[in-house]
């Protein structure tokens, strides 16, 4: 997910009545907390009505609740209880599985402040991404919402069916969604509502009405990438998939649907670029869950099979790996510098140099170390066997493993754990001619990096160019190659598949140098 940035837009009335709301049950798992959760709005006074009935086990100790929520009422199997709220939480007393806890709430979410905001609720709609309901503390969670609408708008949250009905209180939305989660989102606006199919699946888009001439392409854009990721990981995981419009500037991917800022939206080519990330992250982030407390693998991989995947078709991909290097180079440095394994999230350039792009280019560098065949399993194997699981860099390390028929630990720790990038250099490099052909002999020095490597290496001669591997295994190592014509040029790893520092001739003039030097004054 990208940063919002503050933007300017006024809210003007509309009020919700509250009422009583009856919600489908879930069948979760008892190890698992279960929400059912009802709310309503009322739009002029961005204020949010809510009620959350929990079933939680024993190992659920503490209630979390926003800091811009109020509980009006609290029971626990039915009994009043105090709701003392500290540090944001409400700790619970000893319980066995399968106690029933009813919180009752409200929260007000203006638009006064919001740079950087999480909720918001006006006469536009809704918009709520960060803790909008009181919830048990773990890291998964089965829920149920269902949602009171005023007439005009469409909700969205995480959902395979919605269900609409009108009842006397007003016109409910139900959001079904049978698996776990972290969590959930909502978000609600006038939206015009297109829906399309690809096989089983219903896509659609969400778009205010001055914008739902973009509906086409972005449902045609939708159906593309679901076939080109089926094809590369297997079934979608979900029966639904929407591009939902957002007043902020978001860019935010969340299971069964994308939250796109709608300046974001109108750009000519993100629908042949971001959409695709965000419709990736249905596999890896929003299926297959991401162990954050153990570092943050999910942007790295989805930028690798994304966006440099779309420059790989273009037959353009040494040009985006040389790119990250670059900006790996222009924007991290010692006081900046983070391992791959350190990175969670966030939007600066240096960090994201770490998160995306480093990181992208370790999934290139095993994918080679691999083979195509290995890599592709291990994907596939990844998206089967940890669906809707968190998952940490040690189960990729194990499954990648598993595929490619060896312990892959060491290259593992190598390259999540340490700094910077590898350094290659040639010296003593001599031509000697034994006999009918010519003999190339030259030391190589590897820096910062896990051996065995394999580099990359293409001498120019006359008539040809031979492109060579060579395995290392010692940080100096003196090798000969033998050749059938004068060499006239050595490049080391021409088309950038190692994650290593450019050399003099390989820096050009690029404006991400200017932007991350820190010694800049302008």
Wanted: glycine fraction near 8%.
């Amino acid at each position: 997910m990208t940063a919002m940035q503050k933007i300017r837009f006024t809210f003007t009335g509309c009020f919700v009545m509250a009422g009583v709301l009856i919600l489908s049950s879930l069948g979760a798992a008892a190890s698992l907390p279960e929400h059912r959760i009802a709310i309503w709005f009322d739009l002029p006074k961005h204020r949010i009505y809510g009620t959350v009935d929990l079933t939680v086990p024993q190992s659920v100790r503490t209630i979390v609740v926003g800091k811009g929520l109020r509980i009006t009422r609290f029971s626990i199997d039915g009994k009043v209880a105090v709701a003392k709220v500290k540090d944001d939480r409400i700790s619970l007393p000893s319980h066995p599985d399968g106690t029933r806890v009813r919180v009752d709430y409200e929260g007000v979410f203006s638009d006064g402040e919001r740079r950087n905001a999480m909720n918001l609720i006006g006469a536009n709609g809704a918009f709520l991404v960060g803790d909008w309901y009181p919830t048990a503390n773990a890291e998964l969670a089965h829920f149920a919402l269902e949602a009171r609408v005023p007439e005009g708008f469409q909700g969205v949250s995480e959902a395979e069916t919605i269900t609409t009905r009108q009842t006397a209180e007003g016109r409910m939305q139900v959001f079904h969604f049978p698996h776990p989660v972290p969590h959930i989102n909502f978000v609600m606006a006038p939206y015009i509502v297109t829906k399309d199919r690809h096989g089983d699946v219903e896509v659609a888009t969400y778009l205010l009405p001055e914008d739902n001439d973009l509906s086409g392409r972005y449902l045609a854009y939708i159906k593309k990438y679901l076939r080109m990721y089926e094809n590369m990981l297997g079934p979608y995981p979900f029966r639904r998939f929407a591009v939902v419009e957002n007043i902020l500037p978001t860019g935010y991917g969340m299971p069964t649907f994308t939250l796109l800022g709608r300046q974001v939206l109108k750009l000519p080519f993100i629908p042949e670029t971001s959409l695709g990330h965000e419709i990736l992250h249905s596999w890896f982030g929003n299926s297959v869950y991401v162990d954050y407390a153990k570092g943050n693998w999910s942007e790295g991989l989805t930028t690798y099979l994304a966006d440099h995947y779309y420059d790989v078709l273009k037959e353009k991909g040494w040009q985006h790996r040389k790119k990250i290097i670059e900006n790996y180079e222009s924007y991290v440095h010692q006081d900046s510098e983070i391992s791959i394994k350190e990175f969670v999230s966030g939007g600066d350039r240096a960090l994201r140099a770490v998160g995306y792009g480093k990181t992208a280019m370790f999934f290139h560098m095993l994918k080679n170390r691999a083979g195509d065949k290995a890599f592709d399993e291990g994907l596939k194997r990844l998206t089967q066997e940890q669906r809707f699981k968190i998952t940490s860099w040690q189960d990729l390390e194990r499954i990648f493993s598993k595929t490619a028929g060896e312990d892959l630990s060491g290259f593992f720790a190598f390259w999540l754990n340490n700094k910077g990038a590898m350094a290659v250099n040639l010296s003593k490099i001599r031509v000697n001619r034994p006999g009918k052909g010519y003999n190339l002999q030259f030391e190589i020095r590897v820096v910062n990096s896990t051996m065995p490597v394999f580099i990359p290496l293409v001498i120019h001669t006359e008539n040809k160019q031979e492109k060579h591997i060579l395995p290392i295994s010692a940080a100096e190592q003196t090798l000969s190659l033998p050749l059938q014509e004068r060499p006239q040029k050595i490049v080391v790893d021409p088309d950038y598949d190692l994650f290593r520092t450019l050399n003099q001739s390989e820096r050009r003039a690029v404006l991400s140098r200017l932007l991350g030097d820190p010694t800049r004054t302008v």
